[in-house]
């Protein structure tokens, strides 16, 4: 087969001499069109930080899905060893620290497990740490080794969340914690602003429902009336101790559970408060390892 070059042409001789006249034309465009090559459209250009795609695993059908209700109980544990053995029918686990056999051994005990994944900031000490951009990094956010992102760039941070949330789904998990999702709350070194979480924690959202996974809010209690529609469940630290635990009463409203906790009140000082409004309550170390106070 003769191909075309980038820069010539298909040469003339190469037509039939003895072909009638009238048919040279309509035989020209038929050459033309066999031999032209693919339009390869846009050239993306080199991007050594955007991750290579991995293909997202088939999502459940969304009635499937994973809800949990008010009252539910539940572990979070994200230092040590997961102790699998606290009778509860939810975990909160680190997605990246464990592995695909701790999710099973949960299921087989007939727990829900969830995936926490840092969404807000960059952590220096995670295995994809070098594949987010410079540009996308912000200041220190109090925790070592922690940089708040930019999350305005959902063009750079959609794929690295999908290939996250990626990593979820195929261990197992049944949902997933994103961590920091109020970071226009907060000074990060970028002039972010509600919009910008609204469209952020709406886009990580869409991410763990297209991977048939649920999806918790974590904190951001200015934006729940906004929100509660898009996510199954909401987490929330120390609304007792800032006194605002009655603006999460939309997601128990809406049949979708409140995991909460508190670090530093005694149980009597927050318990009363929890039982009345549904929430899921405990008091838990902040260091967050196996040791728990329920309500």
């Not at 996308?136 to 956010?141: A, E, I, K, P, R």
């Not at 101790?241 to 409140?258: H, R, S, W, Y």
Request: some cysteine; charged content about 20%.
């Amino acid at each position: 087969m003769i191909r075309r070059s980038g820069t010539g042409s298909r040469p003339s001789a190469f037509l039939p001499s003895f072909l009638p006249s009238f048919l040279l034309p309509l035989l020209l465009l038929l050459l033309a069109a066999c031999g032209s090559d693919p339009d390869p459209g846009p050239d993306p250009g080199p991007d050594h930080h955007r991750p290579s795609p991995i293909p997202s695993p088939i999502p459940a059908p969304p009635s499937d899905r994973w809800r949990p209700p008010p009252g539910t109980a539940w572990q979070w544990q994200l230092s040590g060893k997961v102790d699998t053995s606290v009778d509860v029918p939810v975990y909160d686990i680190d997605g990246f620290e464990n592995d695909a056999a701790t999710v099973a051994r949960l299921h087989a005990a007939g727990r829900k497990v969830i995936c926490y994944v840092n969404a807000g900031a960059w952590e220096n000490f995670r295995p994809d740490r070098v594949a987010f951009p410079t540009a996308l990094l912000g200041l220190g956010n109090g925790w070592s080794g922690e940089r708040w992102l930019d999350i305005r760039r959902l063009d750079l941070l959609r794929p690295l969340m999908a290939q996250r949330f990626d990593m979820c789904r195929t261990k197992g998990f049944d949902g997933v914690e994103p961590d920091l999702m109020d970071a226009y709350t907060n000074r990060t070194g970028f002039p972010l602003t509600a919009a910008d979480q609204l469209a952020y924690n709406r886009m990580l959202a869409g991410l763990a429902h297209e991977r048939g996974m649920s999806v918790g809010l974590k904190n951001d209690l200015e934006q729940i009336p906004e929100l509660v529609g898009d996510f199954d469940f909401a987490v929330n630290e120390e609304c007792a101790q800032n006194d605002e635990c009655d603006e999460l009463t939309p997601f128990i409203t809406a049949g979708k559970a409140v995991f909460h906790t508190e670090y530093s009140l005694a149980t009597t000082e927050f318990c009363p408060t929890a039982r009345r409004l549904r929430l899921s309550s405990m008091l838990k170390h902040l260091n967050l390892d196996a040791w728990r106070q329920p309500c």
